[in-house]
């Protein structure tokens, strides 16, 4: 078991290139989120699926896509970064909704110049 | 708007000493709460607080929750230098995918 893997680890992008956060999770679980977390701060919530074909707006979505066309993966896409995506990225999973914890990938981070 | 607020921001303490951390929130249709702590990369989970006045324990930590003061306590005694870390409150609302994090509690264990 592998739990919640991310790739890549690190990159540095320009401003205004576009990238594609890797996230899958082989525990069969139903609910995937992104997280981004700055300096000093706690997580916040980009996006989350509660299904393949399922996902929805969290608190901080602008400039961010995601898809869920697996149970397993949950790409995140950033268009047009910006210095102000600079930031490490958590991908997490669920069984289901209130009464799990989540599990945490490694993290990516990220730093947009 | 919903937001949960950990106290302090960060302490440092000597081995041996007990820390108490804080968790206040203000989640709508809050389920359940939980701890996490992380060290150097992604966040590990520690407690998940459903039921007030029940306290969750594990080795040298324990928990519980106030339904009432909308607010949650970490205890940890006999502390180690591998208690360093930031511990995370999140509160959870109905459906679980409504994850409100506190900014944490950077804890520093001095040998």
């Known amino acids: ?64 896509n995601v898809s869920r066309s697996t149970t397993e993966d949950f790409p995140l896409r950033l268009e047009l970064a910006a210095p102000s995506q600079t ?13 799990n914890e989540q599990f945490f990938g490694p993290g990516t981070r990220l730093t947009v110049l | 708007e919903d937001k949960v607020v950990q106290s302090p921001l960060s302490l440092v303490v000597h081995e041996g000493d007990t820390v108490t951390l804080n968790c206040s929130y203000e989640v709508t249709n809050f389920r359940s709460l939980l701890w996490y702590k992380q060290e150097k990369k992604a966040p590990t989970f520690l407690f998940m607080l459903t039921s007030s006045g029940i306290e969750k324990k594990s ?14 306590i970490l205890n940890i005694t006999a502390t180690q230098t591998g208690d360093s870390a ?6 959870l609302s109905t459906g679980g995918f409504k994850t409100i994090f506190g900014a944490g509690t950077r804890l520093f264990v001095k040998a």
């Open chain 2, 59 to 72: 080795g040298r930590l324990s928990s519980i929750l106030d339904k009432k003061e909308l607010s949650s």
């Open chain 2, 86 to 91: 930031i511990y995370l409150c999140a509160g």
């Open chain 1, 87 to 99: 930031s490490v990225y958590f991908c997490a999973s669920s069984p289901s909704g209130s009464y």
């Open chain 1, 1 to 64: 078991n592998a739990g919640v893997t991310q790739t890549p680890k690190f990159r540095i992008l320009k401003i205004g290139q576009s990238m594609t956060l890797q996230c899958a999770q082989d525990m069969n679980h139903n609910y995937m989120y992104w997280y981004r977390q700055d300096p000093g701060m706690g997580l916040k919530l980009i996006y989350y699926s509660v299904g393949a074909g399922i996902t929805d707006k969290g608190e901080v979505p602008n400039g961010y």
